[in-house]
């Protein structure tokens, strides 16, 4: 099998074809996964079959291992997954099984997010595995931040540049009060970290927008007003098309994508159906 890297022609991704992902990987070979994940944000490799801990190994290829929300945030219920789930293993699916959910987001839409940048220190890198996937529906996009960042109008970025935003930790990125949280009265009194709007990224050396999601979110010294004003008007451009690229899965398909220059969201499947991913996430560098 020889290795081949194919950009989608989109605004982001390409797929990678020739490897297998259960296999050990020569060092070289991590060096141009490496480098095409940096260039093209989201990486893809179709049928791929590996347990849990073949896909902790391969990620471990990148960097150090990092825990999903549930560990991060130390929730009193638990990590609401299986006994038998790897503790860095993060569940993502409708199914129900016994009356307990087996994963997280359920069937609805997720809305544009970035993974937990509601902690200090947000990982670099999420890689989904689709295990199980409904018929249609479901379907990720993701969404290129240095072109967003690169096609803000002077005089927004201007109300931007050198700021920081919050990231409220007390909703979920569907916007559902979390366990453990209490509700704030309005976006600015929201607990969570605060993080550079355009980060310069610590390997490619290039800047990029840094929105968690919308809803809640809160720049630095601005009133209510001013903060809805500038959000709406980044968000209107952010969501133009041009900037994203939209998955639609096949069972195998392992998915990295850079978590600090790209956002995603995920379409609503028909709740009937089931869909089951594993994520696996890579330890993240503090945005500056
Ligand atoms: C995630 C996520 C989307 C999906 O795992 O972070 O947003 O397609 N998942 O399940
Ligand atoms: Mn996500």
Not at 74 to 85: A, L
Not at 217 to 239: C, F, H, Q
Request: net charge negative; charged share 25%; glycine share 8%.
């Amino acid at each position: 099998m020889t290795l081949e890297i194919t950009p989608m022609g989109a605004a982001l991704g390409a797929v990678v074809s020739g490897l297998d992902l259960s296999q050990k990987l020569a060092a070289e070979t991590v060096e141009r996964l490496r480098n095409a994940w940096l260039e093209h944000i989201v990486l893809v490799y179709h049928g791929q079959d590996l347990s849990d801990p073949q896909l902790l190994d391969f990620t471990r290829y990148f960097g150090e291992l990092e825990y999903p929300p549930s560990k991060l945030l130390n929730y009193s219920q638990g990590s609401g997954q299986k006994d038998d789930i790897p503790l860095e293993i993060n569940v993502i699916s409708n199914v129900i099984e016994n009356g307990k959910k087996i994963g997280q987001l359920g069937n609805a839409e997720a809305k544009w997010h970035t993974d937990t940048p509601f902690v200090e220190r947000p990982p670099a890198a999420s890689i989904l595995h689709a295990w199980e996937l409904p018929p249609s529906g479901g379907n990720t996009c993701f969404m290129n931040m240095y072109a967003v960042l690169e096609a803000l109008p002077a005089e927004l970025l201007a109300k931007i540049d050198g700021k920081k935003c919050k990231h409220d930790v007390s909703h979920t990125s569907d916007g559902v009060l979390r366990h453990d949280y209490d509700d704030s009265p309005d976006a600015k009194s929201c607990p969570g970290p605060w993080h550079p709007m355009i980060r310069t990224h610590p390997d490619s050396g290039r800047k990029a927008l840094y929105l968690g999601k919308r809803a809640w979110a809160y720049i630095e010294g601005t009133t209510t007003e001013e903060n809805e004003e500038i959000l709406d008007a980044i968000w209107a451009i952010a969501e133009r098309p041009e900037f994203v690229y939209e998955h639609v899965w096949t069972q195998g398909d392992v998915l990295m994508w850079d978590n600090r220059c790209a956002m995603h969201r995920r379409d609503e499947f028909d709740g009937s159906q089931r869909r089951i991913m594993h994520r696996s996430q890579l330890r993240g560098d503090i945005p500056v």
